[in-house]
């Protein structure tokens, strides 16, 4: 079975600055899909970036983009110049491309950015 | 911008209840799902529904749930009789097509409380 790790349950970060958060995943599959999705207080989540894991070239939607690695099954969500608006918490996400409509979360980062 | 809204935001109930947790999904999307995140754990994932039936369903979705779109735009999931470790956030989201790169739009939630 799939399982997801985010092994940072709370991350802190300098407003303007760069934060990392960490995901690594296990799947024997070698067709799926990863997400990261956000989730602001009190909001739904919303979807922040995406990867297909056939394509080598990582994602990238304005200042958030992700460190892809396959072999070391390892995913993160680099965040540039943080702005207050990105404190959430992050989920990292992994769905199989036998569409199955399974998708399986990690435990979530608590990103706080600190004025 | 279109949502997946869920009511009640909130919901407190006596262990042995049935409950009835809705949702609204974006209108012209086809495919719909409930994931659930006990406190401090993992989102996991329910079900899905397309097309009038259950599409997959987890292991955790046992005999106690059930989902129905009893109109064109509800779907709701029903647990017969709640037990305290149902407890937890109720997650509803949707989707304009199957395919597994496709994002699913996440509703803000329904707490459940069991007592």
């Known amino acids: 079975a799939q399982t997801v790790t985010q092994s940072q349950p709370e991350m802190s970060v300098q407003e303007a600055e760069t934060v990392t958060l960490s995901c690594t995943y296990d799947?024997?599959?070698?067709?799926?899909?990863l997400f990261w999705y956000k989730q602001p207080p009190s909001r739904q989540m919303i979807l922040v970036i995406r990867?297909?894991?056939?394509?080598?070239q990582n994602a990238t939607e304005n200042r958030f983009s992700v460190n892809f690695q396959k072999a070391a099954k390892s995913f993160s969500l680099k965040i540039s110049d943080s702005q207050l608006g990105d404190a959430a918490m992050y989920f990292c996400?992994?769905?199989?491309?036998?569409?199955?409509?399974?998708?399986?979360f990690g435990a979530g980062t608590r990103l706080t950015v600190k004025p | 911008e279109p949502e997946v809204t869920q009511t009640p935001s909130h919901q407190v109930t006596q262990m042995g209840q049935e409950v009835i947790l809705r949702c609204v999904p974006i209108s012209n999307h086809l495919y719909f799902y409930w994931y659930r995140q006990i406190l401090g754990q993992k989102v996991e994932f329910l079900v899905s529904f397309y097309n009038n039936e259950i599409s997959e369903k987890s292991e955790i979705f046992d005999d106690q749930f059930s989902v129905e779109r009893p109109d064109g735009s509800n779907f709701t999931l029903k647990i017969r009789s709640t037990k305290l470790e149902d407890s937890a956030m109720y997650f509803c989201?949707?989707?304009?097509?199957?395919?597994?790169?496709?994002?699913?739009?996440f509703g803000p939630g329904t707490r459940l409380t069991v007592l």
């Open positions: 990867q297909e894991a056939y394509k080598q």
């Open positions: 996400a992994y769905r199989s491309g036998r569409e199955n409509n399974d998708m399986r």
């Open positions: 799947t024997s599959e070698s067709d799926y899909y």
């Open positions: 989201a949707s989707s304009e097509r199957l395919a597994t790169y496709n994002e699913q739009f």
